[in-house]
């Protein structure tokens, strides 16, 4: 009985998960200075949020010049702090301050990173505290250059922050946003677009953009896909800033601590002889794990190893979480065999999208007494038809008028037999 009702409760974990895997209602506070507020980077993460279906509610303490040591007795920080039980709290310090030696860091910056992190546990214990890794400036910090040579290179300078950042979210066990980083890899790719106001420091509104971007999909795991916002850049430009951020993130997610201190559900797949397949989850050793491998079976091991019984297209859904949060991802994944002599292919079974009248024409197990399950997934593996029939017909017809024009993967299971069919359909 134990193991049923532990199943029973995975179950029921990943039906309510399920209902809401696509949206999310999120709360964040910005504690900072003029990096933050100018061209109001709270606001746009919050817009970049509705485009993707996010409800996002924003505030902010950010004055001019702030330190992490001066935001630790500021009234209205503690204020804010203390406001509600926020989900996740952004800090970034003062530009140049992480960017000086180690010793000098480690006194004027990681103690108050501490205390910070500290009063925002107190006031919930479940709030993300995510460290919002700065940029060097665009030709090195002049001022401090004298004293400190390795700041007087844009090179020097952001390799410093990135340094003292990770010392951040490593010693409060924390996230890092790296938006430095992000920097630095878009201007590799793109010398037009200024990131830097005329300053040399603060960022434009591209640069504003591009740090959006990173914080938006650091803290929600998903890649911005739309250019519905756009802030005033064009969709071009929006874009490449987006993509570049997620690229960023995705490419280095142990270094920046995403399944290290927070559930992260980003996975892999190998695929072995006899359609075994193993599944990869870097870090998130610590949480709790729930899989659907997309042929009714389910696991909730961290790394499980599959053995799938056909040769198809299969919506893999993974969910991590803990007693605060959950993450969760989904992948279409493309399960076929090493020895292609081992399987035997059912040419009598077809799918595929009848123009005239908007529907999928379907030929599976034909005349058969046993109710099929048909489900429906876009690209990203979202769920967006099921369908349950009889197929007492030679063509049963699936109707997708209401469905905008692109590649789907439609999943046939037989449900007594446990038969599986799939096929790629396009809608044009």
Sequence with gaps: MKSISAKLCCACLFLCIHANIYSKNISILFIGNSYTYVNNLPEMVRQMGLTMGDTIFVDSSTPGGYTYQLHTTDANTIAKIKQQQWDYVVLQEQSQLPSLSPAFVNVNSVPYALMLDSMIKANNACTKTIFYMTWGRKYGDGSNCASYPPVCTYAGMQQ????????????????????????????????????????????????????????????????????????????????????????????????WNLGANTPFANFTYNTLPNLTVQFICPGNVNYTHFWDFGDTTFSTLAEPVHQY????????????????????????????????????????????????????AMGLWKLSSHNVTISLY????????????????????????????????????????GKYFSQKVIKN
Excluded at 198 to 217: E, K, N, V, W
Excluded at 219 to 248: D, E, K, P, R
Excluded at 328 to 342: C, D, E, G, M, R
Excluded at 379 to 408: D, F
């Design 160 to 255: 410093r922050l990135k340094e003292s950042y990770l010392l951040f979210s490593d010693t409060c066990k924390a996230v890092a946003a790296p938006v430095g980083i992000a920097f630095k890899n878009y201007i590799a790719i793109d010398t037009l677009l200024d990131l830097y106001s005329p300053d040399f420091s603060h960022p434009s509104l591209a640069g504003s953009f591009l740090a959006a971007a990173t914080i938006y999909s650091t803290i929600t795991h998903n890649q911005i896909t739309n250019q519905n916002y756009t802030a005033g850049l064009t969709v071009t430009q929006a874009a490449a800033l987006q993509n570049t951020s997620w690229q960023t993130i995705i490419d280095s997610s142990a270094l």
């Design 378 to 417: 876009d690209v990203s593996g979202k769920l967006i038809l099921k369908n349950n029939y009889t197929p007492t017909k030679p063509l049963t017809y699936l109707n997708i008028r209401k469905i905008s024009n692109g590649m789907y993967i439609l999943n046939a299971v037989d449900d007594v037999t």
């Design 309 to 360: 019984l056909y040769s198809s297209y299969f919506g893999v859904k993974h969910i991590v979480y803990d007693s605060c949060t959950y993450d969760s991802a989904q992948v279409i994944a493309n399960i076929t065999p090493q020895n292609i002599s081992n399987i035997t292919v059912d040419e009598s079974n077809f799918a595929f999208y009848n123009s005239a009248d908007e529907t999928i």
